[in-house]
C-alpha cells in the first residue's frame, strides 16, 4: 500500500559525498517520520538519521556533522546528504516511512535498500 523508491547509492572514496533520495507514493494520508537506517555485513540494522513532521531531527552519533536529513513534504520524499564519507560508512541504506493510510490505519514501510561503498 506504501511503495518506498530509494536511489543515489553508489561507489565513492574516503572524504567524498553521496546523496539519498527516497519517495513514498501509495494509499497515504499523513507520513509522521521518514528516515534512513543502515545494515554493514555482519551487522544489524542501524539508525542513520529521521526527522518526524514536525521537522525534530535525530542522528546517529557516527554521522553527525556529516549528515543532514531533509524533506520534501509536498512530494514525501527524504534525502540524505552525506559528506566526508568514512570506510565505515559502508552498507546497504535503507529509507523508512511510518504515517497513516487513508483508511485510517497505520504503516510502516521500508524501502529496497541502496548500496553504499567507501573506500579508503
Known amino acids: 500500500q506504501v511503495q518506498l523508491v530509494e536511489s543515489g547509492g553508489g561507489s565513492v572514496q574516503a572524504g567524498g559525498s553521496l546523496r539519498l533520495s527516497c519517495a513514498a507514493s501509495?494509499?497515504?494520508?499523513?507520513?509522521?517520520?521518514m528516515g534512513w537506517y543502515r545494515q554493514a555485513p555482519g551487522k544489524q540494522r542501524e539508525l542513520v538519521a529521521i526527522?518526524?513532521?514536525?521537522?525534530?531531527?535525530n542522528y546517529a552519533d557516527s554521522v553527525k556533522g556529516r549528515f543532514t536529513i531533509s524533506r520534501d513534504t509536498i512530494k514525501n520524499t527524504v534525502y540524505l546528504q552525506m559528506s566526508s564519507l568514512k570506510p565505515e560508512d559502508t552498507g546497504v541504506y535503507y529509507c523508512l516511512a511510518r504515517g497513516l493510510l487513508k483508511d485510517a490505519l497505520d504503516f510502516a514501510s521500508w524501502g529496497q535498500g541502496t548500496q553504499v561503498t567507501v573506500s579508503s
Open positions: 501509495g494509499s497515504i494520508f499523513s507520513i509522521t517520520a
Open positions: 526527522m518526524s513532521s514536525g521537522g525534530n531531527t
